[in-house]
C-alpha cells in the first residue's frame, strides 16, 4: 500500500514540483492549495492523477479534527506569503497557519511535519558561512514569521511529540518559480525580453543558490530518515557564485539575448555575502546537491520558453 502524504501550498513553486516528484514515487499525495487559473501550468500535469487528492480548504480555514480517509504519515508544509506589504495578512498566513497545521498534525496522530522555512531569518551576518547555529536577525516581516512559525514547531515537538524537520531554504531556483520571484527567474524573464538587468552593487555579492530538483531530494530525504527528531537543517547549492556570475550566465545561455548588465548603489545594510553552510545536510541527510548551476540554469530556462515564450 502506497504512503499519504499531505502537501501544503501544493500548487506553488516548490509544492506543486514536490507533488509531481511525489508521485512519480508512487506516494498517494493530499494536496492544501489554491488551484488558480494563471498557476495552471504548475499543477496540469498531476490535477486529474488518481493519486492526488485536493482537500477542500485551506491552511486558514482547516479544521484541526478533520479526518481523512488516507493515513497520513508525513505533512509537507510549504504554504507561505512573502507580501511585506500586508503584514497582518503575512503574519496570520504564515504563523497562524502553521499553528492551525500542527493543530491538524496533533489531532490527526500524523508522525512527522517537514517545514520549509527560510535562511532569511538570518538576516544580514557577518557570519560566512551561515551554519544553523549562527544568530537569526530577522530583517522584514516575513522572515521574522518563518521564525515565529519555526518555534511554534519546535514547541509541538516538545509538547506532542511530533517529529519536526525545519529546513531553511537557500535562494531555491528552478521550473515554475512566478517571473518575478526570486534573482534567477527574474534576470531569466529580463534576459528573454533583452531588458537590462540591474544589480545592487558591482556583482560581487555571493550566494549559494539550490536548483529545485536537489531541494526535492532533501525535503523527502528529510521526511524519511527514522533518526529525525527535532532538527533545523540549511538547504543550500553546492556552489557559491556572485549574482554577477549568474546574471552573466542568464544573458549567455537565452538564445540571442542582448541584456545588458547595469549596476545601481546597494540598498542600507547590504552585505557581501549570504553563504550558507550544508554540513548538516551532508550529515543527517547523508544528502550532496547534484546539479551544476549551469544544468539548473538550462532547465529553468527550457521551462520559462516553453510557458512565456513571447519576447
Known sequence: MSQTVLVTGCFGFIGSNLVESLLKKKYHVIGIGN??????HNFVSFIDNSSFELLETDIMRINPTQRVEHEID?????????????PIVLTEINVTGTVNILEFVRQNDIKKIVFSSSAAVYGVSSESPITEKTKTNPQNV?????LSAEKYIQVYHRQYGIKTAILRLFNVYGPKQAKNHGAVSIFINQA??????????NGSYEYTPIYVSDLLDAIILASKKSTIREEIINIGGPEIVTIGHIAQRVIQLVKRSKSKIKFKKPRPNWGTSHIGSIETMKEILDFVPRWSLDEGLNETITW???FYPEK
Open 35 to 40: 488551484p488558480r487559473k494563471e498557476k495552471q
Open 74 to 86: 508525513t505533512v509537507f508544509h510549504l504554504a507561505t506569503n512573502r507580501n511585506n506589504a500586508t
Open 142 to 146: 516575513y522572515a521574522a514569521s518563518k
Open 192 to 201: 528573454m525580453k533583452d531588458e537590462s538587468i540591474t544589480l545592487e552593487g
Open 304 to 306: 520559462y520558453e516553453q
